[in-house]
């Protein structure tokens, strides 16, 4: 894994598995009124992307689509129970927005969805197709830029814009980092 000084993480090739784990653990960090841009061609991991990070999020990622005729999709925020230390405390988790723009063809049709209304601090949105979009979106945001690499691979590429999200990716850098040293034990 490399790291720039633009705050760029390349994890490059992943097992879907590890890929998933990599999403599932930024929905875990994300705490609300984040925006994460996924960029890719199509069967690159996007939707499969969204669906770990919800589980992350505590949402069920069975129940995750992708929202390519209805362009939005919403998913509310959920209570979960985190343990620390033989206890349990009651966890209130961000909702999701889930936003494809694949069918959107101009900035017209992308200003008339107001999707700077469906950002707030309770909510991480999630945009497929986001290259009409990223001129818009405001910090803390993360750039995930995907590829296919084989049926079981993909390649992921993470930019951190703003301190919020600089600061998320440094522990997931972190917690990566420590994954392999335990598998290398």
């Known amino acids: 894994m490399e790291r720039g000084a633009e705050e760029i993480y390349e994890l490059g090739e992943l097992v879907l598995g590890e890929f998933e784990r990599v999403a599932k653990k930024i ?8 925006t994460v841009l996924l960029f890719g061609d199509l069967g690159s991991g996007k939707t499969t ?3 770990s990070m ?3 999020l505590g949402i069920n990622r069975d129940y995750v689509r992708s ?7 919403s998913y509310p925020r959920r209570s979960s129970r985190k343990e620390e230390n033989e206890n349990s405390t009651e966890v209130e988790r ?6 494809d723009l694949y069918r ?4 017209e049709e992308l200003l008339d969805l107001a999707l700077h209304d469906l950002v707030d601090r309770d909510t991480v949105v999630a945009v497929e197709w986001p290259e009409l979009y990223v001129r818009y979106v405001s910090q803390p945001y993360l750039t995930v830029r995907l590829e296919h690499c084989d049926e079981s691979k993909r390649s992921m590429r993470i930019e951190a814009h703003g301190r919020k999200m600089r600061t998320l990716l440094n522990r997931l850098v972190m917690i990566i980092d420590e994954d392999i040293r335990k598998e290398g034990e």
């Open 27 to 34: 929905g875990e960090m994300l705490e609300g009124g984040e």
């Open 49 to 51: 992307f969204v669906k």
């Open 54 to 56: 919800a589980d992350g």
């Open 67 to 73: 929202p390519t005729f209805n362009i939005v999709n």
């Open 94 to 99: 961000p909702g999701l927005i889930h936003v």
């Open 104 to 107: 959107v063809s101009s900035e």
